[in-house]
C-alpha cells in the first residue's frame, strides 16, 4: 500500500514579512527539491485552503495532501520540506503513514487501545 502525508499549516510572521520577490525566490528553491522528489515516486495529490466554515475545521490555514510509494519516499519527502526552510515560514502539522482502505482502517479503530 502507498504511503500518505497530509499536511496542514499556517503562515508565519517570517513569511508575511517577505516581499514578492523573496516569496517567488523561495518557491523557486521549492521547486528545484520536488524534481529529486518526483523521481522517488513522490505525487502531490491536492494542495489548497482549508474551510474555515465545515464542521471541525483545523484552525490551521492551508492543506496539502501527498501519496508515496514507500516509507523511504515519505521520509525523504518529509526531509526535503524541511531542508528547503518550508517551516521557517510555516508552522506545520504533519500526519502521515501507510494507507489503507476502509475494512482495514475500520480494523484499526477496532483494535485501539489508546
Known amino acids: 500500500m502507498p504511503h500518505y502525508l497530509s499536511e496542514l499549516y ?12 523573496a516569496r517567488q525566490q523561495f518557491f523557486e528553491t521549492v521547486g528545484h527539491g520536488m524534481a529529486k522528489l518526483s523521481d522517488l515516486g513522490v505525487e ?11 464542521l471541525h475545521a483545523a484552525s490551521q490555514s492551508y492543506f496539502a495532501i501527498w501519496r508515496v510509494p514507500d516509507e523511504a519516499a515519505l521520509d525523504a519527502l518529509v526531509s526535503g520540506i524541511a531542508a528547503a526552510g518550508w517551516h521557517d515560514y510555516f508552522e506545520t502539522i504533519n500526519a502521515a503513514g501507510r494507507g489503507t482502505d476502509l475494512p482495514g482502517h475500520l480494523a484499526q479503530l477496532a483494535a485501539a487501545r489508546s
Open 10 to 21: 499556517t503562515s508565519k510572521r517570517t513569511w508575511l514579512s517577505l516581499d514578492a520577490v
Open 44 to 54: 502531490p495529490i491536492a494542495f489548497g485552503e482549508v474551510d474555515a466554515g465545515k
